[in-house]
């Protein structure tokens, strides 16, 4: 299984970032795909997952202004972040689930200046 995630960068508050992950090595269309981040000194944090049949939920933290998507296609999922806030500071990661095991991506980090 490889997770690849690519997007992140330095924004100014109430701009936007669109996050990538690229993955392989399993069967992407079954598998609920996962955003999390960790800021610096906090534990990592669920931000919103999409499920192998399109359905989202995300943390209330980024309700109304983060959107998860997927394309099967390409075997990639997505985190368009709008608004964003300097508490949306932190490194992504994107996660699955496969075999009974957790793998992550590298993570990429968001940095949003106030």
């Known amino acids: 299984v490889q997770l690849q995630a690519s997007g992140g960068g330095l924004v100014q508050s109430g701009g936007s970032l669109r996050l990538s992950c690229a993955a392989a090595?399993?069967?992407?269309?079954?598998?609920?795909l996962g955003w999390y981040r960790q800021a610096p000194g906090k534990q990592r944090e669920s931000v919103a997952n999409?499920?192998?049949?399109?359905?989202?939920n995300y943390a209330d933290s980024v309700k109304g202004r983060f959107t998860i998507s997927r394309d099967n296609v390409k075997r990639t999922v997505y985190l368009q972040m709008n608004s964003l806030k300097p508490e949306d500071t932190a490194v992504y990661y994107c996660?699955?689930?496969?075999?009974?095991?957790?793998?992550w991506g590298q993570g990429t980090l968001v940095t949003v200046s106030s």
């Open positions: 996660k699955t689930e496969s075999r009974g095991r957790n793998f």
């Open positions: 090595g399993f069967n992407f269309r079954l598998n609920t």
């Open positions: 999409i499920t192998s049949n399109h359905s989202t």
